[in-house]
């Protein structure tokens, strides 16, 4: 199959190229490289052991998508959009022209192309503050910033558009927290400037580019007080979106799965998992809570094994292990050779 992977120079498209190069589909990664860089595209054709095949261009561009559709494409995998809840907040326009209006140029695009099938990045945050636990995928929607309302309105623009069109699948698939790097060290998550998620803030303490990790908030109704997530290894996502290609090309509508282990953890046993796998120590601090925090989220994820047969297979030391690695290999993540 060709597919079409937009945004696939990314941390989770890096991953998932390489996951569907392995079963020997043919990749097109269509990128901005707005917050990626290309020596990802070198090193995931090293892991596949053959070119990968990347056009540079926005998914805003009309005439960057027809160059993209071509060479005819079987189904495409939606990455491309700015993933940052801070910067949403002060630059809330900039998310909804590369997230929603990127996504309704690249539906205008599939349309023309005659391409139906698409699997699209959606985000646990689309639950906003639930408290409800484990969440399901028909608990109620709500956005509680820009980066969230994005995902909302272009999981609703792929439903709508969907219904319009009886023969198109679509797959909305909604990540917890996905951590970790591909085991061979090459690729990983590359947070340019002050990370804003937990792993690779803990990474970066560990290597001792930073002296201590803040955890926000020790007085959570949660098992020792710090905040709870489903932290979901980068290659189980991978592997989940081959399976949702494979749904994609065999059925028709549009459906929602959440992707995580289904486990929830807090921070301070993700510190201690990370340092007795790793051998190294990650120095913190308690400090106030982070707004908009929920204290616990983590996911029902027996749709997906029922609906795609996938499930996670990666523990939480495995992530630690392979974050690490990562870190250790590419102390400033690609910026280093
Ligand atoms: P990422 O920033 O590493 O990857 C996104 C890629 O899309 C980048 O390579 C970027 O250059 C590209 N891109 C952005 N706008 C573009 C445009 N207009 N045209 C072409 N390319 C464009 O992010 P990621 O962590 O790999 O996330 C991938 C997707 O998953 C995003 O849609 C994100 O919102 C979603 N998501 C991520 C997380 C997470 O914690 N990483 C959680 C939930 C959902
Ligand atoms: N945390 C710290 N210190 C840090 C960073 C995070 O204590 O320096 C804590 C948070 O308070 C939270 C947990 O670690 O309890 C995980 O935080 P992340 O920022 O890694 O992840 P979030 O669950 O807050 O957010 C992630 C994505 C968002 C997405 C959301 C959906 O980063 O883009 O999941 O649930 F919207």
């Not at 989770?12 to 595209?41: K, M």
């Not at 982070?290 to 749709?303: N, Q, T, Y």
Request: net charge neutral; aromatic share 8%.
């Amino acid at each position: 199959m060709k597919i079409l992977v937009c945004g696939g120079a990314g941390y989770i498209g890096s991953h998932t190229c390489v996951a569907l190069g392995q079963l020997g589909h043919e990749v097109v990664v269509f990128d901005n490289l707005s917050n990626s860089t290309r020596v990802a595209i070198d090193r995931m054709a090293e892991l596949v052991g053959r070119p990968v095949a990347f056009i540079q261009g926005d998914i805003r561009e009309r005439r960057d998508l027809a160059r993209a559709f071509a060479g005819g494409v079987d189904c495409v995998i939606h990455f491309a959009a700015l993933k940052s809840v801070g910067e949403s907040c002060s630059r809330p326009l900039t998310y909804f022209d590369n997230n929603i209006s990127g996504t309704i140029t690249l539906l205008q695009a599939m349309e023309a192309a005659q391409v139906s099938r698409m699997v699209f990045s959606s985000s646990a945050t689309v639950y906003g503050n639930s408290e409800q636990v484990p969440v399901t995928e028909s608990a109620p929607l709500q956005a509680t910033n820009p980066y969230g309302r994005t995902k909302l309105i272009m999981e609703e623009l792929i439903r709508d558009y969907s219904a319009s069109q009886p023969g198109f699948s679509g797959v909305l698939l909604r990540y917890f927290n996905p951590v970790g790097a591909h085991p061979s060290g090459r690729i990983g998550e590359s947070p340019t400037g002050t990370p804003a998620n937990l792993m690779p803030y803990v990474t970066q303490v560990a290597i001792k580019r930073r002296e201590q990790l803040q955890v926000f908030g020790g007085d959570y109704p949660t098992r020792d007080g710090t905040g709870v997530r489903d932290y979901v290894h980068v290659v189980d996502l991978a592997e989940a979106h081959a399976s949702a290609v494979r749904w994609a090309m065999t059925q028709q509508g549009c459906i929602a799965l959440n992707l995580g282990t289904g486990c929830g953890y807090s921070v301070l046993e993700l510190i201690r998992t990370f340092e007795r796998t790793t051998g190294a120590r990650v120095p913190y601090r308690i400090v106030e809570r982070r707004p908009g925090d929920v204290a616990e989220l983590w996911a029902d994820v027996s749709m997906a094994r029922e609906v795609l047969g996938w499930q996670a297979r990666h523990g939480l030391e495995r992530m630690c292990e392979d974050a690490w690695r990562w870190q250790l290999n590419n102390p400033d993540g690609y910026q280093v050779a």
